[in-house]
Nanobody, 115 residues
Framework: QVQLVESGGGLVQPGGSLRLSCAAS????????MGWYRQAPGNQRELVAT???????KYADSVKGRFTISRDNVKDTVNLQMNSLQVADTAVYYC?????????WGQGSQVTVAS
């Protein structure tokens, strides 16, 4: 089993920045892939960004150039730096890990972008 604990999130004005962090613990296999998904009210959960142990990243088109994902392979943490936030980025953000074919999720962090 793997536990993912998120921190960060909150309320920010359009154009502002927020940082999400996630720490993994438990039976972690390496290499693995970690990342972030989000779900807005009435919408399906969607990929935001992922990062493999190698450092290879993948971003949703809607966040490219604004969000940056990073990880610490020693501490098993993943971060999401979100800049130039838009109202459309408002959602619950979930930390995610693909651990040897099994998917694990964090508890979710609310990000609200409003003036």
């Amino acid at each position: 089993q793997v536990q993912l604990v998120e921190s960060g999130g909150g309320l920010v004005q359009p154009g502002g920045s927020l940082r999400l962090s996630c720490a993994a613990s438990g039976s972690i296999f390496r290499p693995n892939t970690m990342g972030w998904y989000r779900q807005a009210p009435g919408n399906q959960r969607e990929l935001v960004a992922t990062i493999a142990s190698s450092g290879r990243t993948k971003y949703a088109d809607s966040v490219k150039g604004r969000f940056t994902i990073s990880r610490d392979n020693v501490k098993d943490t993943v971060n999401l730096q979100m800049n130039s936030l838009q109202v459309a980025d408002t959602a619950v953000y979930y930390c995610w890990m693909d651990n040897f074919g099994s998917a694990y999720w964090g508890q979710g962090s609310q990000v609200t972008v409003a003036s």
